[in-house]
């Protein structure tokens, strides 16, 4: 299986991630996380230069085809040959990031984005897509609670970004079946439970 995680930032996806690794791996399956961008050696290149507050003149033309290039990266080096050998992926963002971030986000027209994504993903869809639902009020509490961490370029946009964001992402799960949007004010537990529901069920249903 291929699983993704997104949200706006803070949403709490970096966690479950690795509460779902867990728990794939208490049931004997070979499990590998990965991170957009990132999870090759150029990609990770690509990544320095796309979060570097030093980069804040980067244009949104640049900016969606170096996500896209990373993206490129992972899918071709390490996702088909994992998913090929039975590997359960799962993935800290994915092209749905692409979507709401550069799309609805940033205003790059939808069906430019989606021909671009499908391009770099070898139009190799996830399998289920989870969206952890939080409020851009909520998300911005949380960072401000963050210590000792330092916000990267996209962390830092403004909160009508971030709505724009988070409006896309429930669009989206409107537009198609294999997203399945939680409520990311729930507990760790509770929305962990839930994950593991949904990806058993889609296992029964195969």
């Known amino acids: 299986m291929f699983i993704t995680f997104e949200g706006i930032d803070f949403c709490g996806k970096s966690t479950q991630v690795k509460m779902l690794k867990e728990f794939l791996l208490s049931q004997n399956k070979n499990v590998k996380i990965i991170r957009e961008p990132g999870g090759t050696e150029i990609s990770e290149l690509i990544r320095n230069i796309l979060l570097d507050k030093k980069n804040l003149m980067m244009s949104i033309e640049s900016e969606i085809f170096l996500f896209s290039a990373a993206r490129a990266q992972l899918v071709n080096e390490v996702i088909i040959p994992e998913l090929n050998k039975g590997t359960f992926?799962?993935?800290?963002?994915?092209?749905?990031?692409?979507?709401?971030?550069?799309?609805?986000?940033?205003?790059?027209?939808?069906?430019?984005?989606?021909?671009?994504?499908?391009?770099?993903?070898?139009?190799?869809?996830?399998?289920?897509?989870?969206?952890?639902?939080?409020?851009?009020?909520?998300?911005?509490?949380?960072?401000?609670?963050?210590?000792?961490?330092?916000?990267?370029?996209?962390?830092?946009?403004?909160?009508?970004?971030?709505?724009?964001?988070?409006?896309?992402?429930?669009?989206?799960?409107?537009?198609?079946?294999?997203?399945?949007?939680?409520?990311?004010?729930?507990?760790?537990?509770?929305?962990?439970?839930?994950?593991?529901?949904?990806?058993?069920?889609?296992?029964?249903?195969?």
């Open 89 to 206: 992926i799962i993935s800290d963002r994915f092209h749905d990031s692409t979507t709401a971030y550069q799309g609805y986000g940033r205003g790059i027209p939808l069906d430019l984005v989606n021909q671009i994504n499908l391009f770099a993903i070898a139009k190799r869809l996830p399998d289920l897509t989870f969206i952890i639902d939080i409020t851009v009020d909520e998300g911005e509490l949380r960072k401000q609670n963050t210590k000792g961490i330092e916000l990267d370029r996209m962390e830092i946009e403004k909160l009508d970004f971030f709505r724009r964001v988070r409006n896309g992402y429930l669009q989206m799960a409107k537009d198609e079946k294999r997203f399945i949007v939680i409520d990311g004010s729930k507990s760790v537990e509770e929305i962990h439970s839930l994950i593991v529901e949904h990806i058993k069920n889609f296992i029964k249903e195969k």
